[in-house]
Each structure stands twice: as structure tokens, then as C-alpha cells.
């Protein structure tokens, strides 16, 4: 027991670093010094989660409404202002809450109830990169299933998808959509990362990373460019999800709505149009 506890030991002193790290570069000391340990976890998760949403968004759009500006996407496709301050809005209202999920998850972890391990060094890299395929197989599953229940079950729509779904033509997508949910919708979404954790064995720092990689992904789906890409979920399908509310729930990668039959292809959708 004594040996568990000095293990689970690191995990404590690995967030307390990342905590260090994040809120003395942000905030002044004496603003977070003096909090326990779990909300100055959560601050962290919250200033981080928050600079990465701005960051990545307003860099991704300059990009392709300002220097590539009719490359991707023509003058009349890019969302209104008005469109893009309200996806923010509603993602700043739900941040506080969506950023607890993985600060509860990292309170599980150092209470050693789920698989993760500390150090690399622990397994091989063959094991550790295994571990990272089986655990992101099982977050594309999750995300899949709560993703179609979603839309499905039509109280868990009314009540909290249709939130997002607002943004249901081209011009209204942008990649400040990608976390404009319901705080709950994105709550539940991102569970499977943390379900994952007591079903196969994960680096805690490389869940960490994962997790927070949602922001750029789905920043990156919202952005209605089809980057034909074999087998990634990109825009393109995820455009037509917005559009159609019953094909492409994936996340990742088509593979999920292939094997369950949810899938539309954004080339062959554009075929049809024209022979219509």
C-alpha cells in the first residue's frame, strides 16, 4: 500500500508542475497559490482550454477567410461576425464547465482508480504506442454512439444538441463552432476519453495532450473545407452532418459510420447535386 501511495505520488506532483506552470505564467501568485489542489487543477484546465479555443480559432480563421482568402472557401461562404461572436459566446458560457471533465478525470487518476501509468519508461514503446491505438478505437466508439444518441433520442436533442446545430448551412460554420455546445452535450462527448482510462492502459501526460487536442480538431471540422484525407472525419463530412442531421457522427476517422451505416461521402453528395 505504501509503494501505491508513493506512486500515485507522482501523478500529484506531475498536475502540481502543470499547474505551476500554467497559472504562475497567467495569473499573479497570490490569486491561486492558496487554493486546494483540485480547483487550482481546474483553473489551469480552464485558462488553458480558453487560450487554446482563442488561439487556435483566430489563427485558423485568419488563415483561411484572411491570407487564403477565395483559395478555400469563396467571399460569400465565410460566416458573419455577428455568427462568429455568438459561437465564442456560447463556448465561453459552457468552458468552466466542460474544462471539469478532465479535472475530475486527473482527481481519478491520482486516486489510482483508473490505468493510467506515469512514465514511459514503464512499458515499451511498442505497448505504449498499442495503448494509444486501442484507447483512441474506444474514444471514436464513445463519441460515435453519444454523438448519434444525440441526435436520436429526441429530448437529449431538443434539450441540449440543437444547441450546436443552429450552425446548419456553410456560411454559419466556422472553426469558433467547434465548441459551441450545451456544456452538458460536450460533457457527455468528451466522456469516453475519460471511460477509456479504466479500460486500457494510457500515459497520463499523452490523455492529458488528447484531450486538449479536441480543441484543435474541432476547430478543424467546422471549418467546411474538405480535405479528402482517407479515412479522417474531416470537414467536409462533418459540414453535411450539419446539413442533413443523420449521416457522418464520427469524429475521427468514416470507419464508425461506415461499419454502421451512417455514412455520406462530401464528393458523391456534390455529384448529386449536380445531376439533380
Not at 442533413?244 to 464520427?250: D, I, M
Amino acid at each position: 500500500m505504501a509503494v501505491d501511495s508513493v506512486y500515485l505520488m507522482q501523478f500529484v506532483e506531475e498536475t502540481s508542475f502543470y499547474n505551476r506552470i500554467v497559472l504562475s505564467h497567467l495569473l499573479p501568485s497570490n490569486l491561486w497559490d492558496f487554493l486546494p489542489h483540485f480547483l487550482q487543477t481546474w483553473l489551469r484546465n480552464y485558462l488553458a482550454g480558453t487560450l487554446l479555443y482563442f488561439i487556435s480559432g483566430f489563427l485558423w480563421c485568419f488563415y483561411i477567410y484572411y491570407l487564403k482568402l477565395n483559395v478555400y472557401l469563396p467571399r460569400d461562404a465565410i460566416p458573419t461576425r455577428k455568427a462568429m461572436l455568438l459561437q465564442i459566446s456560447v463556448a465561453m458560457k459552457a468552458m468552466p464547465w466542460y474544462t471539469l471533465l478532465p479535472t475530475v478525470s486527473e482527481y481519478m487518476i491520482e486516486s489510482g482508480w483508473t490505468k493510467c501509468y506515469s512514465k514511459i519508461g514503464e512499458v515499451s514503446w511498442i505497448l505504449y504506442f498499442v495503448s494509444i491505438a486501442v484507447y483512441l478505437v474506444l474514444v471514436e466508439f464513445g463519441i460515435y454512439w453519444m454523438h448519434r444518441e444525440l441526435h436520436d433520442i429526441k429530448p437529449l436533442y431538443k434539450y441540449l444538441h440543437a444547441t450546436h446545430h443552429i450552425y446548419n448551412k456553410q456560411n454559419t460554420l466556422s472553426p469558433f463552432a467547434g465548441l459551441a455546445f450545451h456544456p452538458l452535450d460536450g460533457i457527455l462527448q468528451a466522456v469516453p476519453h475519460v471511460v477509456a482510462l479504466f479500460i486500457v492502459p494510457i500515459h497520463f501526460t499523452t490523455h492529458l495532450g488528447l484531450l486538449f487536442m479536441e480543441a484543435i480538431w474541432t476547430a478543424n471540422i467546422h471549418d467546411c473545407i474538405h480535405g479528402n484525407i482517407w479515412p479522417v472525419m474531416g470537414a467536409g463530412y462533418h459540414t453535411i452532418h450539419h446539413t442533413t442531421y443523420k449521416h457522418n457522427y464520427g469524429h475521427y476517422t468514416i470507419w464508425m459510420d461506415w461499419m454502421f451505416g451512417s455514412l455520406r461521402d462530401p464528393l458523391l453528395q456534390e455529384e448529386d447535386y449536380k445531376t439533380e
